[in-house]
């Protein structure tokens, strides 16, 4: 059954890793939805999240050939567990003196934030899970998106567990 | 026979004087590196990018560099090395087109897991990345054809770095690392001090088997009426040969040796069924479809063994033994896996594995089967048949040689009809069917056991593709006996378009070859040639009677085709059998 997987992988912070790791789902046929990097608990190590889709068996392939890249340390299905997954998204929106508190009102009811004003745009921030984001997105799209940038996935397993 | 070397100092005397710690140059570095590896041959061409290397090997007589007439020589003859000696091979190229020469040959070691370290200069480190002359981004083009590579930014990290790449090269799931060593770092000064010790975070194969799960393979054997045993070069790579044998003796159940796992277990074995697969045995392939267990070790079920994969092993329970977790389940869903080395699973199992006590009608069956079908052909006393050649090649040497091959036809009859006793007597491109790789691969081999008999059996096409490297041959005396069997014709793709394509026979036609007797000598290499029976048989023995290398080419039926074949996208059981049934 297809489903969407949050994988996070622990890897070397080396020159090149990043071309590994997405070559590497690039020519096994793997679809990458997401990816982001960013520097982890440990000095030396990167942790990347990563957000696929496939069949459990692709699942599979997929934390094994991660495994046999010597620079990965170690991968998690994030999403066997309950997990917190979250993205940012800046979006940049025509915004008429007229239409803005409408606006307003919107991110107030999405706890988002307006980073920047223009005489005619503002620019929203929005942080939460890839539906609220396209939810927020969809809620825009009528007054005139300008311009939009998601950051991708980063995500984490809930409590005590690492 | 024995090549002539240049003499080596004695292996205490080289490596007391280079252990002790000294300022010296990145190129220094490596080579004593290099030497502490045990490293005695190497193989490489030089460029603007290694001059500093090439420069600390003048006089340099710790191990032996041979020159090679193209990089693609070069690797292919580390390869050789790697796969003959169970060592790893290496090479050296320049930056660029030296190193993108070495691209095919590091992607065929890496299709048949072989352990080669391969190191290519780089332009200097201020240059990297402004298309600077010679530059290549040879990492990133090799990331997915190594099993890991470095970029080496001081000379201070070579030590560590080359001693992890052979690390890495020759545990687990073998395979090519390439380090890659921008020009300033070669010649920048740094305290060399050996690596004597690695340790690799990410990087700690599974050896030892879980128990639990060796114990589910053998009671699978106890209750098991049709088992078989499937074997693949990783019984070779493991040196595990010994421990098969003992498997399969202590157990009674027959076995199938993929292309790259001939020699893995002893062809005059009664158990032993003959290869699997698009050419292969009758009997191997329907014991396949028919057996209801069937031990994959170290194989990886490739597409020209499986056929239509779902149609592979059908009543079968599949038990998979392999080091690389990501081969188990990849192709074939598995019952039982077991992942380890082959050799100490096997290990572990031949302390309580039982005979197979349910399997006598079975054993009785296939044994039948292989004296009825074995591997025929309709042979002529006019016109001299690949296969009787490949015969007569195994009667002349006693099956005592080391045989690398080209790839295409010659190279499934020399499987089919050369047969091998022991592990590391049968070098091919087995994963990526590399043409050009059969030649400079016997050179390696050679250099690897200077004291056996290495043939070399190419076809007229992949001779032509790394004929160049006659001339090492001659200038080093390197006694490689290089067979030619020439259909004049690229003959598998002739195959292929006659059988598939409807006899539209598009651009195979080799005519317009050298004459390959002048072009050998034309090397300083002796030449023969024959097209009948009673010349190919005394040539050949002129020929092992010359102590240098020698070209023995044989002009062959041009109308042959390899049987039995199974056809893309049908079941392995489903077989032309030619026109010998």
Same mark, same amino acid.
């Given at each position: ?6 994988? =996070? ?50 699942? +599979? ?25 979250? +993205?940012? =998204? ?22 988002? =934030? ?20 396209? =939810? ?10 300008? +311009? ?15 | ?21 000294? /300022? ?65 091979? /290496? ?22 897991? @072989? ?9 200097? &480190? ?14 990133? *083009? ?17 030590? !560590? ?36 010790? /690695? ?8 050896? &030892?088997? %879980? ?68 050419h292969?045995?009758?009997?191997? %392939? ?9 031990? $994959?070790?170290?194989? !990886? ?17 599949? @038990? ?17 896996? *077991?992942?380890?080395? @082959? ?34 052909y309709n042979?002529s006393?006019d016109e001299l048949k690949p296969q009787w050649v490949i ?14 091959t080209d790839v295409g036809q010659h190279q499934m009859w020399a ?18 069917g590399t043409m050009g790789f059969g030649f400079?691969?016997? *050179? ?13 059996i190419n076809g007229d096409g992949g001779m032509q593709m790394c004929a ?14 290089v067979v030619i069997i020439n259909n004049q014709v690229l003959g598998m793709v002739r195959q292929w378009q006659e059988l598939i394509y409807d006899n539209r026979y598009s651009h195979i036609d080799l005519s317009g070859s050298p004459d390959f007797v002048?072009l ?9 040639r024959a097209s009948?029976?009673?010349?190919? !048989? ?6 092992? $009677? ?6 023995v080419e044989f002009v062959v039926r041009k109308h042959e085709n390899v049987y039995?074949m199974?056809?893309?996208?049908? &079941?392995?059981?489903?077989?032309l059998?030619g026109d010998?049934?």
């Open positions: 059954m297809m489903k969407r997987h949050t994988v =996070a992988v622990l890897v070397n912070d080396q020159p090149g890793v990043l071309q590994r790791v997405s070559g590497l789902f690039g020519r096994r046929g793997f679809n990458i939805e997401s990816i982001t990097v960013g520097t982890s608990e440990e000095t030396g190590l990167s942790r990347m999240v990563i957000v696929t889709t496939g069949d459990d068996k692709m699942l +599979e392939q997929v934390t094994k050939q991660l495994y046999k890249l010597i620079d990965v340390i170690k991968v998690v299905d994030l999403s066997a567990n309950p997990m917190v997954g979250r +993205e940012l =998204a800046l979006i940049k929106v025509n915004a008429d003196p007229g239409a803005r508190p409408e606006i307003l009102g919107v991110v107030e009811t999405f706890r988002a =934030a307006v980073v920047d004003i223009g005489t005619t745009s503002l620019m929203v921030q929005v942080v939460g899970d890839t539906d609220k984001i396209d =939810a927020m997105i969809e809620l825009m799209k009528p007054y005139g998106i300008r +311009e939009l940038s998601r950051t991708g996935v980063t995500a984490m397993v809930r409590g005590n567990a690492r | 026979m024995v090549a002539q070397h240049a003499t080596l100092r004695s292996k205490e005397e080289i490596m007391e004087s280079l252990r002790k710690p000294e /300022v010296i140059t990145g190129s220094e570095i490596l080579l004593r590196s290099l030497v502490l590896e045990d490293v005695e041959c190497v193989f490489g061409y030089p460029g603007g990018a290694v001059l500093y290397i090439y420069d600390a090997m003048h006089g340099f007589s710790d191990f032996q560099h041979l020159l090679t007439r193209h990089e693609q020589g070069a690797i292919h003859a580390a390869d050789g090395y790697a796969r003959a000696s169970g060592k790893v091979g /290496v090479c050296i190229a320049t930056s660029g087109p030296g190193a993108t020469n070495l691209v095919t040959g590091i992607a065929t070691a890496y299709m048949d897991s @072989v352990p080669l370290v391969v190191i290519t200069g780089n332009v200097a &480190t201020t240059l990297i990345g402004t298309d600077a002359f010679q530059e290549a981004d040879i990492t990133g *083009i090799t990331m997915p054809i190594t099993k890991h590579s470095y970029l080496v930014r001081k000379a201070a990290d070579l030590p !560590r770095i080359i001693h992890e790449a052979f690390h890495i090269a020759n545990t687990g799931r073998k395979g090519p690392v390439l380090i890659d060593i921008p020009k300033d770092v070669s010649a920048e000064l740094a305290l060399f001090e050996p690596v004597t010790e /690695v340790s690799i975070r990410g990087y700690n194969p599974t050896v &030892t088997p %879980n128990k639990l799960q060796v114990d589910k393979m053998l009671k699978a054997i106890t209750e098991a009426e049709r088992p078989i045993v499937l074997a693949g070069g990783g019984v070779v790579y493991s040196g595990a040969h010994e421990e098969l044998f003992e498997f399969i003796k202590k157990s009674g159940i027959p076995i199938t040796t993929t292309l790259l796992g001939l020699g893995a277990f002893p062809s005059g074995e009664e158990l032993w069924l003959g290869m699997p697969g698009m292969g045995t009758y009997t191997a %392939n329907t014991s396949i479809q028919e057996a209801d267990l069937l031990i $994959n070790i170290g194989a !990886r079920f490739d597409d020209r063994v499986t056929g239509k994969l779902s149609g592979f092993a059908p009543k079968a329970k599949i @038990v998979h033994i392999d080091i690389d977790p990501a081969e188990i389940g990849k192709n074939v869903p598995t019952d039982i896996p *077991i992942v380890g080395d @082959v050799k100490s699973v096997l290990q572990m199992a031949n302390k309580e594995v039982k005979y197979a006590e349910k399997a006598d009608a079975w054993r009785a069956q296939l044994a039948a089967s292989c004296k009825e079908k074995p591997y025929k042979d006393e015969e007569m090649l195994y009667e002349e040497t006693n099956g005592e040689a080391i045989v690398t499987a089919q009809y050369y047969k091998f006793n022991k592990p590391r007597s049968w070098v091919t491109s087995g994963g990526l400079p691969s016997a *050179i390696g081999a050679q250099m690897a056991n200077q004291d056996r008999l290495v043939i070399s160049q490297e006659l001339a090492i041959c001659a200038i080093n005396n390197i006694p490689v006996k002048k050998a000598e034309a090397y300083g290499v002796r030449g023969f009948n029976k009673e010349d190919a !048989r005394a040539v050949w023995q002129e020929a092992m $009677n010359h102590p240098g290398p020698a070209v039995p199974v056809t893309q996208g049908s &079941t392995i059981d489903q077989m059998m010998t049934e």
